[in-house]
């Protein structure tokens, strides 16, 4: 089975701090999302990437940053966290693009205060 | 733009049919998917139609796709308590190079005896 992993189920932080939310997958994976959550929004993509190295843009990327040096680890940075980041954060992974399904891992819920 | 809606609320009896509803915009979309969240849990991929079917059948789901009227629904057969979670619904976008998922806001569909 796929397997997603995040670092943190639930995570509290306080304004301005650097926060680093981590994903792994075991399945050597090429491409791998960060989603965050919001009751009535759905998921909006803020940052993926495709390769090593490489990143791209999501729909919502402002105050976010990102890091890939290993191919199964995709990391979220929040530079300064600020309240309205409190969020459920989602990682996910897909082999590549020729299918589109995602696999996801259980979810960081963070709150900043 | 790409968008993708749903209602956000269904409730139904133990053993009766479930129907979600979704719309989306982008005509040129070839895939469509369900997506199950299960409280505490990440996304997992329930079912998908390619855009040439009309319908789809998987156990007691069925996925039903109307290209000109940009419909899809997902028919739950005999639902059962296990059944509540969040559904949603997505399509491929294409932008940047790159395939991702649009997904909807999602619809909490609580089963009561």
């Known amino acids: 089975d796929v397997k997603v992993t995040q670092s943190s189920r639930y995570l509290v932080k306080r304004t301005g701090e650097k926060v680093f939310l981590e994903c792994v997958q075991d399945m050597d994976h090429e491409n791998m999302f960060w989603y965050r959550q919001d009751p009535g929004l759905g998921l909006r993509l803020i940052y993926f990437?495709?390769?090593?190295?490489?990143?791209e843009k999501g729909d919502i990327p402002e105050g976010y940053s990102v890091s890939r040096e290993k191919k199964e680890r995709f990391s979220l940075i929040l530079e300064s966290a600020s309240t309205n980041q409190t969020s459920m954060y989602l990682c996910?992974?897909?082999?590549?693009?020729?299918?589109?399904?995602?696999?996801f891992g259980p979810g960081t819920r963070l709150t900043v205060l | 733009g790409e968008d993708v809606e749903q209602s956000l609320f269904l409730s139904v009896r133990e053993g009766d049919s479930s129907v979600i509803n979704c719309t989306y915009t982008?005509?040129?979309?070839?895939?469509l998917y369900w997506y199950k969240q299960e409280p505490g849990a990440g996304l997992q991929l329930l079912t998908y139609?390619?855009?040439?079917?009309d319908m789809k059948q998987d156990q007691r789901l069925t996925v039903l796709l109307n290209k000109k009227d940009k419909h899809l629904s997902l028919r739950i057969a005999d639902t059962q308590t296990g059944d509540s979670a969040i559904y949603f619904c997505a399509e491929r976008g294409y932008s940047g190079g790159y395939n991702k998922l649009i997904f909807g806001a999602g619809t909490r569909l609580a089963v009561h005896p």
């Open positions: 996910a992974s897909r082999p590549g693009q020729i299918t589109d399904t995602q696999y």
């Open positions: 990437s495709y390769d090593v190295k490489m990143k």
């Open positions: 982008d005509s040129s979309s070839t895939y």
């Open positions: 139609i390619f855009s040439n079917m």
